[in-house]
C-alpha cells in the first residue's frame, strides 16, 4: 500500500526521465518579491507567456514595513522589489495581493487562509517555508529561482522524488507546550540535517490534537530537519478550517473534494523509508541557546556540556556558556509573527499570558499579524484591547523580523526572543542574537523582561 507522499506525488508525474528526475505536475505557484524578478527576467526574454496564469498568485511580504505602509517604502531596495513584482504580475496577467489590499500578508499565512492551499495539491514558491502549507494536506516544497521559471512556463518542475518518513507523536502535550515546542523538540532530536533526503508525514495523537494553527507551525519548520518537505493527512480538523474558505470548492463540488480529500492517507501497511516515534510526555516548553534551529533545550534544562561541529563558536556568539541555564537571562526585543507564528491562535495564546500585566520596560516588542484577515480577527476577538492595555502596539502585516530585509532589525549584540523559524548569525540584524520559542514563551519574556518559563504564568 502507498503512503500518502506516493499518491498525491503519482497523480501529479506527468513523466518520468529514466536515470533522472520526474515531471512533476504543480497546482499551485506563489511568488514573493525576493526570488521571482530573475525568473520573470527569464519567461521575458524567451519571449514566453505565462502557462497557466490563474494557478499563480503574487504577493510581497519579505520587504514591506510593517507600520505607514500605505506611504511609499523609504528602503530604496526593498521598494524597487515590490514594484517589480507589482510590475511583472500586471505584465504576466497574475493575481496580485499588494501591499494595503486586504488580501496581502505573509504568503504561507494567506494561502490557506483564502483556501488557495488544499488537500492533495503540489504547491511551489521561491521559499524554503513553502513546507507550511503541508498541513493542508498538500505536497508543499521550496523551490529555487530557475525552478519558478519553469513552473510559469509550463505548470511543471523537474523533481527527484524525495524518500518517505513518517515521525509519530503520541501522547497528550502538557501544559503551555505547543506546536512550536513540538517542532523545536523534533529539531532537537533530530538535528538540522537529520530529515535531509526525505519528505516527512507527521502522525499520532499529538498531531491530530493540533489545530489547523498548529499544523501550519509543525509542517512550516520541516525545512529545519532537512527535510524537503512535511505534510499531514487531512481530517475533519482540515475539512472544516477549508470549508467556506473564500477559493475552497463550494456546493456539489465541495461534496466531491471532500469525498476525495477522505481517501488521502497512507494505508495501514504503507511502508516507509523510514519510522520515528515520540513521547509528548518528554515535550517542555523549549527555546534555543545556539545558531541553528536544531540547537534547542526544554526551558527547565542547561545548555549541554558539549555539541557537534560549531558548537563553541555558537555560544561564544550568543555570548552562553556550556552548561548555564537560561531561566532569568535578561532580554531585549521580543517578536511575536512570521510564517511559523504569525496566526490568530498565535496572538490569542500571547494574549492569554499578558492580560492584566503589562510589558517590561527593557523590552522592545514587535507584534506582527501574519496578515490583513488576522490582524481584523485580533480586533473583531478585542484582542487589540488587552494587547494595548498591557503596553503592545501591532504593527501591519508582513515577514518583519523574522529576516532582516526590512525596517524591523535586531541591533547588534542585542537579545531577541521570537517565535520566528531561524536563529542563524545574523538573520535578524548583524550581530543581533536569536533565541526561537512558542508564542507563550516570547509572552512571558515580554511581560518579565527575562526568559520565563510560560506554566508559571498561565
Known amino acids: 500500500m502507498n503512503t500518502l507522499f506516493d499518491k498525491i506525488w503519482d497523480r501529479h508525474v506527468v513523466q518520468v526521465v529514466d536515470d533522472g528526475p520526474t515531471q512533476l505536475y504543480i497546482d499551485r505557484l506563489y511568488c514573493h518579491e525576493v526570488t521571482s524578478p530573475q525568473a520573470f527576467d527569464g519567461m521575458r526574454a524567451r519571449g514566453l507567456k505565462c502557462f497557466r496564469p490563474d494557478h499563480i498568485y503574487c504577493m510581497p511580504d519579505h520587504n ?169 493527512a487531512p481530517d475533519e480538523v482540515t475539512f472544516e478550517y477549508v470549508k467556506g474558505k473564500e477559493y475552497a470548492p463550494k456546493g456539489e463540488e465541495w461534496e466531491r473534494a471532500v469525498a476525495y480529500w477522505k481517501t488521502l492517507k497512507s494505508g495501514d501497511d504503507a511502508v516507509f523509508d523510514k519510522e520515528l516515534v515520540f513521547d509528548a510526555k518528554d515535550i517542555e516548553p523549549r527555546i534555543t541557546y545556539g545558531t541553528n534551529p536544531g540547537m534547542g533545550i526544554g526551558i527547565t534544562e542547561a545548555i549541554p556540556a558539549e555539541g557537534g561541529v560549531g558548537f563553541e563558536k555558537a555560544l561564544q556568539y550568543m555570548g552562553f556558556k556550556a552548561g548555564e541555564k537560561l531561566l532569568g537571562k535578561k532580554i531585549d526585543y521580543v517578536f511575536l509573527g512570521a510564517c511559523t507564528n504569525g496566526r490568530i491562535e498565535d496572538f490569542r495564546a500571547f494574549s492569554s499570558i ?78 543581533s542574537r536569536t533565541i526561537l520559542c512558542s508564542p507563550l514563551v516570547a509572552a512571558a519574556a515580554a511581560v518579565t523582561g527575562v526568559i520565563t518559563d510560560p506554566r508559571t504564568l498561565l
Open 64 to 232: 514591506t514595513p510593517t507600520h505607514d505602509q500605505d506611504k511609499p517604502i523609504a528602503d530604496p531596495v526593498s521598494a524597487k522589489q515590490v514594484d517589480t513584482l507589482a510590475r511583472n504580475a500586471a505584465e504576466f496577467g497574475l493575481t496580485h495581493y499588494g501591499m494595503m489590499s486586504k488580501d496581502n500578508g505573509i504568503i504561507h499565512v494567506v494561502g490557506p487562509e483564502k483556501g488557495l492551499s488544499l488537500p492533495g495539491m503540489t504547491i511551489v514558491c521561491g521559499d524554503s517555508h513553502t513546507s507550511t502549507h503541508g498541513a493542508m494536506g498538500a505536497v508543499a516544497f521550496g523551490i529555487g529561482t530557475s525552478e519558478v521559471e519553469m513552473v510559469m512556463a509550463s505548470q511543471c518542475v523537474l523533481q527527484q522524488k524525495p524518500k518517505s518518513m513518517r515521525i509519530s507523536i503520541n501522547g497528550q502535550l502538557g501544559k503551555g507546550v505547543t506546536a512550536k515546542d513540538v517542532a523545536l523538540y523534533l529539531m532537537s532530536k533530530l538535528t538540522t540535517s537529520g530529515a535531509t533526503g526525505y519528505f516527512v508525514e507527521y502522525a499520532g495523537e499529538v498531531v491530530r490534537s493540533l489545530s489547523m494553527e498548529g499544523r501550519l507551525t509543525l509542517c512550516n519548520l520541516s525545512i529545519e530537519m532537512g527535510a524537503r518537505g512535511g505534510f499531514i
Open 354 to 431: 499578558v492580560k492584566g500585566k503589562k510589558k517590561a520596560d527593557n523590552i522592545v516588542a514587535w507584534l506582527v499579524p501574519g496578515s490583513w484577515t488576522v490582524r481584523q480577527q485580533i480586533e473583531d476577538e478585542g484582542l487589540d484591547k488587552v494587547l494595548a492595555d498591557a503596553g503592545f502596539e501591532i504593527r501591519q502585516p508582513g515577514c518583519s523580523a523574522c529576516l532582516a530585509m526590512n525596517d524591523d532589525k535586531v541591533p547588534a549584540g542585542k537579545y531577541a526572543v521570537s517565535t520566528s523559524n531561524r536563529n542563524f548569525e545574523g538573520r535578524q540584524g548583524p550581530g
